[in-house]
C-alpha cells in the first residue's frame, strides 16, 4: 500500500467531503485520518490515504480534480506522497499558549513566529481573530510545543520585548490553565 | 486545540477581570519545636520556618509567572501559639510574636498566622498569657495577625473570653493609636473557627492538620461580577436562576485554578497540598469588589433590603461551584464583606446605606462576620463584647463561622476617617448602638452548647 497525503483547497459547499471521498473509494483507497477546517467561506482540507501500489498522486490528483468539476466545485486539489520522516522535536515539550493582541500590523505574525523558529519552538495550531473590524483589533493564539530546555523567563523576556516594541499586549501561559477553567477533567 | 472562546475568555477574566490567586499559605506545626526553654523554643521555630518556607515565594512566583496568573500573597500560618507556648508568661508570648515576625520577615511573606489561642470552654495560663500580651504584641509587629476563638456550635460561648476580648480590644488599638488602631486589623475574634484557613487575619494551622502543607485561597469578586454583567446583556430575560448559574460556574472556574497552582506549588516543594479556600475576598481596587456585585445583581448598593437574599444566594452559589472544582475545599469558603477592603461596601457604610446592625445581619449568611469595621475610638469595652457576644451567638446556633475584627480607632468619631493602607484599605468611622451591655457582660460564665435537634 502506498500513503498519499491530499490537500484539497477553495470555496467551501455542501457536497464537497462527499465529491472527495467518493473519488477515492472508487480508487479502492482508504481514508486514514482527516481534517479540515473552514475559514470565511474558504474549505481546506488535508487527507491521508493508504492507495493501492498501482495508484499514484497523479491518478488521485486527478480523479478527485474531476469529480469536484463534475459538481461544478471551485477548489484545488495536490497530491504527494505521505513522508514518515517528518518533523518531531526530539526532546520533551511543554504545551504553552501564547496570546497576542492590539491593533492589527502587517509584520506581528512573521515577528513572533520569527521567534519561534529561532528557538525551535514549533507553532502546532495557529489562530488569528479580528475583533472589531472598526477598530482594526486583532488576536493571535499562538499553540506552541516548548522544549524543555529553554530558559522560561528568557523566553517570556524576548517575546514580551517583541512585543512591545510595536505597541502589543503578548501572554504566555502553560496550556493546563485554559483547560483547568473550562474543560470538565476527563476521567 | 483550544476554542477562540476558552483563550478569549481566560485571557479576558486574567487582564480585566482581576483573576488571581489570593494567598498560597504555608502551613508549618511547632508541635515539634515546643520546650520550658524560651530560647529553645525560639531557635527550634526560627530554624523550622526557614527551612521550609526558604523558598516560598520563589515558587509561588515561578508557577504564578508559568500559567500568567499572579499568586498576590504569600503567607504562612503556624499552630496556635498559646498551645505550643503554653508554660510562657505575657512577657515571653511578647518575644514570641516579635520572633514569629522576624521569622515572615526573613521568608519574605506578607502575614504570618497562628499568635492565637482557642479558649470557647476555658482559658488555660498560656491562653491567658497571650491574650494579655496582645496589645504589645501587635503593636511591636507588623505581619503577626491573631485570632482568638471564643465559641463553638459543641461547646458554646465563653462569655469571660468574650468579656475579655472586648477590653483587650480597646488595648491593642490603644497600643496602636498614632496609626488609627491599625493592631486590631490584625486581630479576630472567632466561633467555630476553622483549622486550615489559609486567609489572613484567621489563617493558623490546627492541631488535627500535618506537619506542613500548602493551603491556598482564591478569589475573584471582579470575575463572578464581571460575568453576571455579560449574563444581563447576552440573556433578553435574565432571572436569578440564571445568576446563581453564572457564580456557580464563575466560582468553579476561579476555582480551579487556585487548585491546579497550589499543586504545583506544593509539588514542587515536595509537601503535600491541603485545601483550597474558595472565598471572594475582595481588595479596595476598583473591580475587584463584593459590594459591587450586589449592584449587578439590581440593588442600589449592598446594604439595601434584599442585601442578605443576594448574599445567601452567592455564598451559596460559590461553595457549589468550588465544591466541584477541587477535591479538597475547606477554610472558610464564602464570600467576605470587609468593610475598609472593599471599596463599594466601604462607599455603602460611609453613606449611611449600610448600618452595622444591616451588617451583622448579613453574617448570619456569609463567612466570616463583623469584619475590618472602624467604630469610635470611645466605644465601651462592654459594647464591643456585645458585638462580640451577638456574632458568636449566630455563629454558634447556625453551626458556622462568624468573627469579628473591628477597630476602635483611638480619639476618632463617627464620620471620621480611618486610614490603614494597602490591602486593608480605609474605612469612614460608623456608628455603633449606644445601648448598654455592661450588666449583661460582667455577668460572665459561659452561654451553654446549643441543642442540635428541633432546628427551628
Redesign the interface.
Given at each position: 500500500m502506498n500513503h498519499i497525503v491530499i490537500s484539497v483547497i477553495g470555496r467551501d459547499c455542501p457536497g464537497v467531503v462527499y465529491a472527495i471521498s467518493s473519488a477515492l473509494s472508487k480508487e479502492k483507497c482508504n481514508i486514514e485520518e482527516l481534517s479540515q477546517t473552514i475559514l470565511k467561506g474558504q474549505f481546506a482540507s488535508i487527507f491521508i490515504v493508504s492507495a493501492p501500489e498501482d495508484v499514484t498522486e497523479e491518478d488521485i490528483q486527478r480523479v478527485v480534480s474531476l469529480s469536484l468539476e463534475a459538481r461544478h466545485m471551485d477548489l484545488t486539489v495536490a497530491a504527494r506522497t505521505f513522508e514518515t520522516d517528518t518533523f518531531s522535536c526530539a526532546e520533551e515539550t511543554e504545551p504553552f499558549?501564547v496570546?497576542v493582541?492590539g491593533s492589527d500590523q502587517p509584520e506581528i505574525i512573521a515577528m513572533i513566529s520569527g521567534v519561534f523558529a529561532e528557538q525551535k519552538v514549533n507553532i502546532e495550531?495557529l489562530?488569528a481573530?479580528r475583533m472589531d473590524e472598526a477598530s482594526n483589533e486583532c488576536?493571535l493564539?499562538f499553540?506552541v510545543a516548548l522544549p524543555l530546555s529553554i530558559n522560561?523567563?528568557a523566553f517570556?523576556q524576548m517575546l514580551q520585548a517583541k512585543a512591545r516594541s510595536v505597541g502589543l499586549?503578548i501572554?504566555?501561559?502553560?496550556?493546563?490553565?485554559?483547560?483547568?477553567?473550562?474543560?470538565v477533567p476527563i476521567v | 486545540m483550544l476554542t477562540e472562546r476558552e483563550v478569549l475568555s481566560t485571557i479576558n477574566m486574567l487582564r480585566n477581570e482581576h483573576l488571581d490567586v489570593r494567598t498560597v499559605t504555608l502551613g508549618i506545626s511547632l508541635f515539634d519545636c515546643v520546650s520550658h526553654d524560651f530560647d529553645v523554643f525560639s531557635y527550634k521555630v526560627r530554624a523550622k520556618i526557614a527551612k521550609y518556607a526558604a523558598h516560598l515565594v520563589e515558587h509561588c512566583n515561578e508557577v504564578g509567572a508559568r500559567y500568567g496568573i499572579p499568586v498576590v500573597n504569600k503567607r504562612i500560618s503556624v499552630s496556635p501559639m498559646a498551645v505550643v507556648g503554653a508554660g510562657f508568661s505575657a512577657d515571653q508570648m511578647v518575644r514570641a510574636c516579635q520572633m514569629l515576625d522576624e521569622a515572615a520577615k526573613e521568608a519574605g511573606v506578607d502575614f504570618l498566622g497562628g499568635f492565637g489561642a482557642l479558649v470557647e470552654k476555658g482559658m488555660t495560663p498560656g491562653d491567658r498569657a497571650l491574650i494579655n500580651a496582645l496589645p504589645e504584641a501587635l503593636a511591636t509587629t507588623d505581619r503577626v495577625c491573631s485570632s482568638i476563638n471564643v465559641a463553638s456550635s459543641k461547646a458554646g460561648i465563653n462569655m469571660d473570653a468574650v468579656a475579655l476580648m472586648g477590653r483587650q480590644i480597646l488595648k491593642v488599638a490603644d497600643a496602636t493609636k498614632d496609626r488609627d488602631g491599625i493592631g486590631c486589623a490584625k486581630l479576630v475574634v472567632f466561633a467555630n473557627i476553622p483549622q486550615d484557613v489559609p486567609f489572613m487575619a484567621g489563617a493558623y494551622l490546627g492541631i488535627g492538620e500535618p506537619d506542613v502543607v500548602i493551603n491556598v485561597g482564591v478569589s475573584g469578586p471582579g470575575v463572578v461580577k464581571k460575568a453576571i454583567d455579560r449574563a444581563k446583556e447576552t440573556h433578553e430575560s435574565l432571572t436569578l436562576s440564571d445568576v446563581a448559574e453564572v457564580i456557580k460556574s464563575t466560582a468553579y472556574k476561579v476555582t480551579r485554578v487556585g487548585e491546579l497552582i497550589g499543586k504545583e506549588v506544593a509539588g514542587r516543594m515536595n509537601l503535600p497540598f491541603g485545601v483550597a479556600d474558595l472565598s471572594l475576598a475582595p481588595t479596595p481596587a476598583v473591580g475587584d469588589s463584593v459590594g459591587e456585585i450586589f449592584q449587578s445583581v439590581g440593588l442600589s448598593s449592598i446594604g439595601a433590603p434584599g442585601s442578605t437574599a443576594v448574599l445567601a444566594m452567592l455564598n451559596d452559589a460559590v461553595k457549589k461551584g468550588g465544591v466541584f472544582a477541587s477535591s479538597h475545599v475547606g477554610g472558610l469558603s464564602g464570600a467576605f464583606i470587609p468593610v475598609s477592603e472593599d471599596s463599594s461596601i466601604e462607599a455603602a457604610a460611609n453613606s449611611g446605606a449600610l448600618t452595622m446592625e444591616k451588617l451583622e445581619a448579613m453574617t448570619s449568611v456569609c463567612s466570616v462576620g463583623l469584619d475590618m469595621i472602624a467604630i469610635p475610638g470611645d466605644t465601651p469595652a462592654t459594647t464591643i463584647s456585645g458585638l462580640i457576644a451577638d456574632e458568636m451567638a449566630i455563629g454558634m446556633i447556625n453551626t458556622k463561622t462568624t468573627a469579628v475584627r473591628v477597630i476602635p480607632v483611638p480619639g476618632k468619631g463617627v464620620g471620621e476617617t480611618a486610614i490603614f493602607g494597602g490591602l486593608l484599605g480605609q474605612a469612614k468611622i460608623i456608628p455603633v448602638n449606644t445601648g448598654d451591655a455592661s450588666a449583661f457582660i460582667n455577668l460572665g460564665g459561659r452561654i451553654p452548647a446549643p441543642i442540635h435537634s428541633l432546628k427551628n
Amino acid at each position: 500500500m502506498n500513503h498519499i497525503v491530499i490537500s484539497v483547497i477553495g470555496r467551501d459547499c455542501p457536497g464537497v467531503v462527499y465529491a472527495i471521498s467518493s473519488a477515492l473509494s472508487k480508487e479502492k483507497c482508504n481514508i486514514e485520518e482527516l481534517s479540515q477546517t473552514i475559514l470565511k467561506g474558504q474549505f481546506a482540507s488535508i487527507f491521508i490515504v493508504s492507495a493501492p501500489e498501482d495508484v499514484t498522486e497523479e491518478d488521485i490528483q486527478r480523479v478527485v480534480s474531476l469529480s469536484l468539476e463534475a459538481r461544478h466545485m471551485d477548489l484545488t486539489v495536490a497530491a504527494r506522497t505521505f513522508e514518515t520522516d517528518t518533523f518531531s522535536c526530539a526532546e520533551e515539550t511543554e504545551p504553552f499558549v501564547v496570546t497576542v493582541n492590539g491593533s492589527d500590523q502587517p509584520e506581528i505574525i512573521a515577528m513572533i513566529s520569527g521567534v519561534f523558529a529561532e528557538q525551535k519552538v514549533n507553532i502546532e495550531n495557529l489562530k488569528a481573530i479580528r475583533m472589531d473590524e472598526a477598530s482594526n483589533e486583532c488576536v493571535l493564539v499562538f499553540e506552541v510545543a516548548l522544549p524543555l530546555s529553554i530558559n522560561r523567563n528568557a523566553f517570556r523576556q524576548m517575546l514580551q520585548a517583541k512585543a512591545r516594541s510595536v505597541g502589543l499586549s503578548i501572554s504566555i501561559q502553560h496550556q493546563n490553565i485554559f483547560e483547568a477553567i473550562h474543560r470538565v477533567p476527563i476521567v | 486545540m483550544l476554542t477562540e472562546r476558552e483563550v478569549l475568555s481566560t485571557i479576558n477574566m486574567l487582564r480585566n477581570e482581576h483573576l488571581d490567586v489570593r494567598t498560597v499559605t504555608l502551613g508549618i506545626s511547632l508541635f515539634d519545636c515546643v520546650s520550658h526553654d524560651f530560647d529553645v523554643f525560639s531557635y527550634k521555630v526560627r530554624a523550622k520556618i526557614a527551612k521550609y518556607a526558604a523558598h516560598l515565594v520563589e515558587h509561588c512566583n515561578e508557577v504564578g509567572a508559568r500559567y500568567g496568573i499572579p499568586v498576590v500573597n504569600k503567607r504562612i500560618s503556624v499552630s496556635p501559639m498559646a498551645v505550643v507556648g503554653a508554660g510562657f508568661s505575657a512577657d515571653q508570648m511578647v518575644r514570641a510574636c516579635q520572633m514569629l515576625d522576624e521569622a515572615a520577615k526573613e521568608a519574605g511573606v506578607d502575614f504570618l498566622g497562628g499568635f492565637g489561642a482557642l479558649v470557647e470552654k476555658g482559658m488555660t495560663p498560656g491562653d491567658r498569657a497571650l491574650i494579655n500580651a496582645l496589645p504589645e504584641a501587635l503593636a511591636t509587629t507588623d505581619r503577626v495577625c491573631s485570632s482568638i476563638n471564643v465559641a463553638s456550635s459543641k461547646a458554646g460561648i465563653n462569655m469571660d473570653a468574650v468579656a475579655l476580648m472586648g477590653r483587650q480590644i480597646l488595648k491593642v488599638a490603644d497600643a496602636t493609636k498614632d496609626r488609627d488602631g491599625i493592631g486590631c486589623a490584625k486581630l479576630v475574634v472567632f466561633a467555630n473557627i476553622p483549622q486550615d484557613v489559609p486567609f489572613m487575619a484567621g489563617a493558623y494551622l490546627g492541631i488535627g492538620e500535618p506537619d506542613v502543607v500548602i493551603n491556598v485561597g482564591v478569589s475573584g469578586p471582579g470575575v463572578v461580577k464581571k460575568a453576571i454583567d455579560r449574563a444581563k446583556e447576552t440573556h433578553e430575560s435574565l432571572t436569578l436562576s440564571d445568576v446563581a448559574e453564572v457564580i456557580k460556574s464563575t466560582a468553579y472556574k476561579v476555582t480551579r485554578v487556585g487548585e491546579l497552582i497550589g499543586k504545583e506549588v506544593a509539588g514542587r516543594m515536595n509537601l503535600p497540598f491541603g485545601v483550597a479556600d474558595l472565598s471572594l475576598a475582595p481588595t479596595p481596587a476598583v473591580g475587584d469588589s463584593v459590594g459591587e456585585i450586589f449592584q449587578s445583581v439590581g440593588l442600589s448598593s449592598i446594604g439595601a433590603p434584599g442585601s442578605t437574599a443576594v448574599l445567601a444566594m452567592l455564598n451559596d452559589a460559590v461553595k457549589k461551584g468550588g465544591v466541584f472544582a477541587s477535591s479538597h475545599v475547606g477554610g472558610l469558603s464564602g464570600a467576605f464583606i470587609p468593610v475598609s477592603e472593599d471599596s463599594s461596601i466601604e462607599a455603602a457604610a460611609n453613606s449611611g446605606a449600610l448600618t452595622m446592625e444591616k451588617l451583622e445581619a448579613m453574617t448570619s449568611v456569609c463567612s466570616v462576620g463583623l469584619d475590618m469595621i472602624a467604630i469610635p475610638g470611645d466605644t465601651p469595652a462592654t459594647t464591643i463584647s456585645g458585638l462580640i457576644a451577638d456574632e458568636m451567638a449566630i455563629g454558634m446556633i447556625n453551626t458556622k463561622t462568624t468573627a469579628v475584627r473591628v477597630i476602635p480607632v483611638p480619639g476618632k468619631g463617627v464620620g471620621e476617617t480611618a486610614i490603614f493602607g494597602g490591602l486593608l484599605g480605609q474605612a469612614k468611622i460608623i456608628p455603633v448602638n449606644t445601648g448598654d451591655a455592661s450588666a449583661f457582660i460582667n455577668l460572665g460564665g459561659r452561654i451553654p452548647a446549643p441543642i442540635h435537634s428541633l432546628k427551628n
